[in-house]
């Protein structure tokens, strides 16, 4: 396959001479995109500035490179080491049941020792369950920021919130540890606690991030939330055209308060391993990651200011 027009979707070749990348990401380690671009599409998606890189002119969404690399031959000299797969693409893409690109990447790392780390939207994983249970320290993450099948629609082309949901309880009940990633956080939209709820007794962790909208697509989400959602505009504007984090801070800590009653550690950028209690998932603090970039996983943030009193802050109602 040298390059093919398939369901509007560029796709072709490309050779790389390392599929492993140092990370700079909050969780450290290393970053492994067996893809480059996401036909998921999401609109939202900061990874599309891998296009300034790439050299690629089509709209994010519409192409994919598949990536050949040599074997790694020494897998265990990322033993001990954070693994992400997935961190600027998605490793279990619906084009992944052809190209069969992040199977080989986990037969690779099979023996490495490393932690490895899946972030997805995809129930494809599920594929892989039996390679998975042989690797160890295995984390797979599905990021779920609405139980709202119209919105999801609306914002990306991954399947749906339920095919995720079903494969986040199959893979834990397969004994592997699983995310639920909620992010990104769209103000006044995304209800973090009904997904809590609904993911509490299938997950070991659930991660909070915040909306960040830079670069071309942030008109596009302000479009569109002008028109879907036009009593958010307000606070929009005073969230991502006056810099006010007060909305996110409230956040912060209603869902510490929400750790606290339902028994689950609450932690700022901690990612402990092992399972957790059934029922009683870690709670990690990820809003404004910026702060916590590059840190190694120490939960120490740069630049952030002391939280307000909890008396002072209100996290206004969806509409």
């Not at 995809?122 to 919105?151: A, C, P, Q, Y």
Request: charged share 30%; hydrophobic share 30%; with cysteine.
């Amino acid at each position: 396959m040298a390059e093919i027009m398939e369901q509007g979707i560029l796709i072709r070749d490309v050779d790389t001479k390392n599929i492993m990348t140092k990370s700079s990401l909050p969780v450290g380690g290393y970053s492994v995109n067996p893809y480059v671009g996401c036909t998921h599409g999401c609109k939202y998606c900061y990874a599309s500035f891998m296009k300034r890189f790439t050299g690629h002119t089509e709209p994010w969404g519409t192409f994919l490179d598949v990536k050949h690399w040599p074997e790694i031959r020494d897998p265990r000299k990322y033993r001990g080491q954070r693994v992400v797969i997935g961190s600027v693409t998605d490793g279990y893409l619906p084009q992944e049941a052809r190209f069969g690109n992040t199977r080989r990447l986990l037969e690779q790392l099979k023996d490495s020792g490393a932690e490895i780390l899946i972030c997805t939207k995809s129930d494809l994983v599920v594929r892989d369950i039996d390679l998975l249970r042989e690797m160890g320290k295995v984390t797979v993450s599905w990021s779920i920021n609405t139980l709202d099948e119209g919105f999801r629609a609306d914002m990306d082309r991954a399947v749906s919130i339920e095919r995720r949901l079903s494969a986040m309880k199959q893979v834990y009940d397969a004994g592997i540890r699983t995310v639920c990633f909620i992010s990104p956080v769209f103000p006044g939209i995304t209800d973090f606690e009904a997904i809590f709820h609904r993911v509490k007794d299938q997950c070991d962790l659930v991660w909070l991030e915040n909306l960040n909208l830079r670069g071309g697509f942030k008109g596009e989400i302000l479009d569109y939330i002008g028109e879907k959602y036009p009593h958010l505009t307000d606070l929009y504007h005073a969230i991502y055209s006056k810099g006010d984090r007060s909305y996110f801070r409230a956040l912060e800590q209603r869902a510490e308060q929400l750790a606290g009653e339902n028994g689950c550690p609450f932690v700022d950028n901690e990612l402990p391993y092992g399972r957790a209690e059934p029922g009683h998932p870690v709670i990690v603090d990820y809003f404004y990651h910026e702060e916590i970039r590059g840190s190694e996983n120490t939960g120490k943030r740069t630049g952030r200011k002391q939280r307000p009193p909890e008396e002072d802050c209100e996290v206004p109602q969806k509409g």
